[in-house]
């Protein structure tokens, strides 16, 4: 739902990413330098209950995300590697985050437990939409999509645990935790549906590796030898053409 904002924001951060590259900045530096960033404000802030100075910092880094990628894009050095670098600390920064609030819950907030459980589900869920996908694409699938992808999830927490921290207003943070955890756990479903759906759609495509037919051998097995016709001193019917030569007479 966000990612149409992706065009506006990347008009706003354009000036600081072509800075960046006239200073000799690397894209994969940024990437690791907001990464860094955002697991900092989340796991320093967020457990001593200073949500808002977490959210603050977090949000000084997290455009990071956007800035090494158009960097990457405009000095042409994207890659297989950058890409891999920056979804991987991606993953680390949400970890951090919703990590962050469970260790929140089940400390200075340690009147509601029940909040750290439900945070971590969250957390969970949201792994594990960003694992379908991965994995559905590794096999030539499609499965992106859903009520709550990535940006939705981010955004969402941060907006509103910014305010509810503000206005000492904590049951704000805890409805938008509770939603995104039953958000999370309906994208998954809904996923692994539609990879289902596909899989069902083309039964010839539905097997990790091609059966094998009779008498067809199996990749990175060798063909066994032919074997000696008994009495002839010759191999067996494939050695002549398809008949047994009687042995030759003096």
């Known amino acids: 739902m966000l990612n149409r904002f992706r065009q506006f924001w990347t008009k706003v951060i354009s000036p600081i990413a072509n800075l960046l590259l006239r200073l000799g900045v690397s894209a994969d530096a940024v990437t690791l330098v907001g990464t860094i960033g955002v697991c900092a404000g989340a796991l320093i802030f967020f457990p001593r209950g200073h949500i808002w100075l977490g959210v603050v910092v977090i949000t000084c880094f997290v455009f990071s995300d956007l800035i090494d990628g158009y960097m990457a894009r405009t000095s042409g050095t994207s890659s297989k590697w950058g890409s891999y670098l920056d979804s991987t600390l991606d993953r680390l920064g949400d970890g951090a985050i919703f990590g962050g609030l469970v260790l929140y819950y089940a400390g200075s907030a340690g009147d509601t437990p029940w909040m ?6 969250a957390l969970v869920m949201g792994a594990t939409t960003s694992y379908a ?34 206005l000492n207003l904590p049951i704000l943070l805890k409805i938008v935790l509770c939603a ?39 990749p990175g097995t060798a063909t066994p030898p032919a074997q000696e016709t008994p009495g002839t001193g010759t191999t067996g019917p494939d050695s002549s053409g398809g008949a047994d030569v009687p042995p030759a007479t003096s």
């Open 116 to 121: 750290a459980a439900v945070t971590l589900w």
């Open 133 to 166: 996908r991965a994995k559905a694409e590794s096999l030539g699938l499609h499965a992106s999509g859903g009520i709550a992808e990535r940006s939705d999830r981010l955004v969402s927490v941060l907006v509103i645990g910014f305010f509810s921290d503000v």
């Open 180 to 218: 995104l955890a039953v958000a999370s756990t309906i994208t998954v479903v809904q996923r692994t549906l539609s990879v289902r759906k596909q899989v069902l759609a083309d039964p010839a495509n539905a097997r990790l590796t091609p059966p094998t037919t009779p008498g067809t051998a199996t």
